[in-house]
T-cell receptor, first 114, second 114 residues
Framework: SAVISQKPSRDICQRGTSLTIQCQVDSQVTMMFWYRQQPGQSLTLIATANQGSEATYESGFVIDKFPISRPNLTFSTLTVSNMSPEDSSIYLC???????????FGSGTRLTVV | AQTVTQSQPEMSVQEAETVTLSCTYDTSESDYYLFWYKQPPSRQMILVIRQEAYKQQNATENRFSVNFQKAAKSFSLKISDSQLGDAAMYFCAYRSGNTGKLIFGQGTTLQVKP
């Protein structure tokens, strides 16, 4: 299965600033997704990163706050914009090729906004 | 919309014993896949086992097996001969055959007692 390199692994940011998280997959994948996870809680889907077109956002998440890029089949970025302490969380990317073979996940980015 | 429910926030098991984690889901789709993921404190999401909805036979992976009851929309995970390394948070997940999105349950924290 694919291997994902996610960077940075953690960061502490000032409120009002933005952070861009990168995910690089070692092979071409059909689908990439971005999730948010509060410590000790479940994963909430933010959006589906579409190659060459705008991302598809889930209810409660908007492009202005979480702009996503996916320029090719192996790379995607998530930006957390104009951050507030409520954005402190773990952000994970995920990738999958077609079929029932599960999803590969990045190791996550632990974001703290102060 | 699809939903996944894990009603056991925490479970504990004695080392070498067997434990069952519960999961129910709700969907109107006929094409879907179900997964169990393990997340240790390292945050890495590890695929434990998967089940295609069209398959009646329950999936098995070494000490891990599922009880898939399609009509009841139930998908429980049985861990046999529990080991200390099994201690983690376990997530039940549903993959839509239409959209490819992966939706997670709330998670169950498993403690393994020596």
């Amino acid at each position: 299965s694919a291997v994902i390199s996610q960077k940075p692994s953690r960061d502490i940011c000032q409120r009002g600033t933005s952070l861009t998280i990168q995910c690089q997959v070692d092979s071409q994948v059909t689908m990439m997704f971005w999730y948010r996870q509060q410590p000790g809680q479940s994963l909430t889907l933010i959006a589906t990163a579409n190659q060459g077109s705008e991302a598809t956002y889930e209810s409660g998440f908007v492009i202005d706050k979480f702009p996503i890029s996916r320029p090719n089949l192996t790379f995607s970025t998530l930006t957390v914009s104009n951050m507030s302490p409520e954005d402190s969380s773990i952000y994970l990317c995920s990738a999958s090729d077609r079929g029932a073979y599960g999803y590969t996940f990045g190791s996550g980015t632990r974001l703290t906004v102060v | 919309a699809q939903t996944v429910t894990q009603s056991q926030p925490e479970m504990s098991v004695q080392e070498a014993e067997t434990v069952t984690l519960s999961c129910t889901y709700d969907t109107s789709e006929s094409d879907y896949y179900l997964f169990w993921y393990k997340q240790p404190p390292s945050r890495q999401m590890i695929l434990v086992i998967r089940q295609e909805a069209y398959k009646q036979q329950n999936a098995t992976e070494n000490r891990f097996s599922v009880n898939f009851q399609k009509a009841a929309k139930s998908f429980s995970l049985k861990i046999s001969d529990s080991q200390l390394g099994d201690a983690a948070m376990y997530f039940c997940a549903y993959r839509s055959g239409n959209t490819g999105k992966l939706i997670f349950g709330q998670g169950t924290t498993l403690q393994v007692k020596p």
